[in-house]
């Protein structure tokens, strides 16, 4: 489904969350659990496995390459896997849909075959900047064309000799940090990416799982090429970006007390908790555990007396890079000001979400103003309106529940995209209490 079709939500103002969620598996381990299981040498069987559009996205495009995946069926997903080497030209492109993450790991990887790819996308990944991929899968030797503003679709020259490549990354991003690491798979040599802050390391973790040597230190990741990797089995944990929505809604809505299950707790991943709680939210984790190489817990929240702005901690920001729009909800709906800045690339998500957010806190009478790397927000009485989401997952379901503490019904428009990432999000959301539904 692509974000022509107008999808319009219409949630009732009020209510509270209560009981015990699952949302669905995380996107990020998904994904990789594809791309790792394609390339390893035997059958992975993944289970808790996402079935949103983006998830779907990667695996077609990994069928089109020749490899077998059974399912998904309710979460479980069985990669018979190909090798590193056993991936086969496909019959013609890869459409990556509005996947992000499929289009820029898979330059990565797609830049070491044997064979050429080309590799397209929705209207809102094509306006995405690829040459933040293309620019170092070049230094490693790969022939890769952009369009002329550096943006797909994706041309992929195969039969290249990559050569390993030691890189600064001039953004904190996980999925450039991954695309050459995949590249770095099928280089000589060592292939060595710094960043400048810690993001999700789920590639450094999956790799590892299945049987490669990562060299991690600081803010340093090392692989070498020339491996194998071998298949492992993997249990995805519920996805704490999806989680983020249903944390700000117990957050804001009095007498709500709701426990998140199995929620995926990756100390790279953990910024939502520690902002919320920084700003007086009462969040609890119990049952830690690990599962597959990856921290889980239950994660429960009670209403807060009292949310207060915060200016965000910088080192937090590329830890909760996702979770912004469902922040700026918590924003809204606190004491004073709320001060974010260093996240310029919340701009270049699915839609740019300081600009969108911002207009849409406005159309709900809050006080939001965009700046050019962030958003000063003024917390103070939502009111009821209709906001545009743009086509973005994200700022669609951030809106639902902010209508947990508006004076009326919030419609949100454009929200056929909150499939890509969370396909059962109204069902979800209602028998949580929120009073929610798909009106057109
Ligand atoms: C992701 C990395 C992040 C995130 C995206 C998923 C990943 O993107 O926003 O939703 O799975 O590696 P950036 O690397 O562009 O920050």
Same mark, same amino acid.
């Given at each position: ?268 991943? #953990? ?38 702005? #915060? ?17 700026? #909800?918590?924003a809204a709906?606190?004491?004073?000001e ?20 911002a207009?849409?806190l406005l159309?709900l009478g809050i006080d939001a103003k ?5 958003m000063v927000i003024h917390g103070g009485a ?29 419609? #949100? ?28």
């Amino acid at each position: 489904m692509s974000s022509d079709d107008n999808i319009v939500f219409y949630a009732e103002a009020g209510g509270t969350l209560r009981g015990r969620v699952r949302v669905p598996g995380d996107k990020s381990i998904s994904h990789r659990s594809i791309m790792f299981g394609a390339l390893a040498d035997g059958v992975t069987e993944v289970s808790g496995f996402l079935e949103g559009e983006d998830c779907l996205a990667t695996i077609g495009a990994f069928r089109a390459m020749g490899v077998r995946i059974d399912g998904p069926d309710h979460g479980r997903v069985t990669v018979h896997g190909v090798g590193l080497h056993g991936l086969r030209e496909p019959s013609g492109p890869l459409y990556m849909g509005n996947s992000g993450t499929s289009m820029r790991l898979l330059a990565g990887l797609l830049a070491g075959q044997a064979f050429d790819v080309v590799m397209t996308g929705d209207a809102s990944l094509t306006r995405r900047p690829m040459k933040r991929v293309a620019d170092p899968l070049r230094k490693m030797g790969a022939l890769i064309e952009t369009s002329p503003s550096g943006t797909p679709p994706l041309r992929i020259t195969g039969k290249q000799n990559l050569q390993g490549l030691v890189y600064a990354m001039p953004m904190a991003s996980a999925q450039v940090k991954s695309s050459l690491l995949l590249a770095g798979l099928y280089a000589q040599g060592q292939t060595c990416v710094t960043e400048p802050a810690p993001t999700r390391d789920h590639t450094e973790r999956m790799l590892a799982g299945f049987g490669y040597a990562v060299e991690r230190e600081g803010c340093t990741v090392c692989v070498e090429g020339g491996g194998h990797l071998h298949a492992a089995n993997i249990d995805v944990p519920a996805d704490i970006s999806s989680a983020a929505f249903f944390m700000v809604g117990a957050a804001i809505a009095p007498g709500s007390d709701l426990t998140l299950e199995h929620v995926g707790v990756n100390p790279t991943r #953990i910024g939502v908790v520690n902002i919320l709680k920084a700003m007086g939210a009462d969040i609890t984790l119990g049952n830690e555990r690990r599962v597959g190489g990856e921290p889980v817990a239950d994660i429960r929240v009670r209403a807060s007396s009292r949310l207060r702005g #915060i200016r965000i901690p910088q080192d937090q920001v590329p830890l909760a890079i996702d979770e912004f729009p469902a922040l700026f #909800i918590a924003a809204a709906c606190a004491e004073g000001e709320t001060v974010l800045t260093g996240a310029e690339e919340l701009r270049v998500k699915e839609s740019d979400r300081i600009h969108v957010m911002a207009d849409g806190l406005l159309a709900l009478g809050i006080d939001a103003k965009p700046t050019p790397d962030g958003m000063v927000i003024h917390g103070g009485a939502l009111q009821g309106g209709r906001i545009n989401s743009h086509g973005d997952h994200r700022i669609a379901m951030a809106f639902a529940m902010a209508a947990l503490r508006a004076g009326g019904p919030v419609m #949100i428009e454009d929200c056929a995209n909150v499939r890509t990432s969370f396909p059962d999000f109204l069902s979800l959301a209602r028998a949580a209490g929120l009073q929610v539904k798909q009106v057109s």
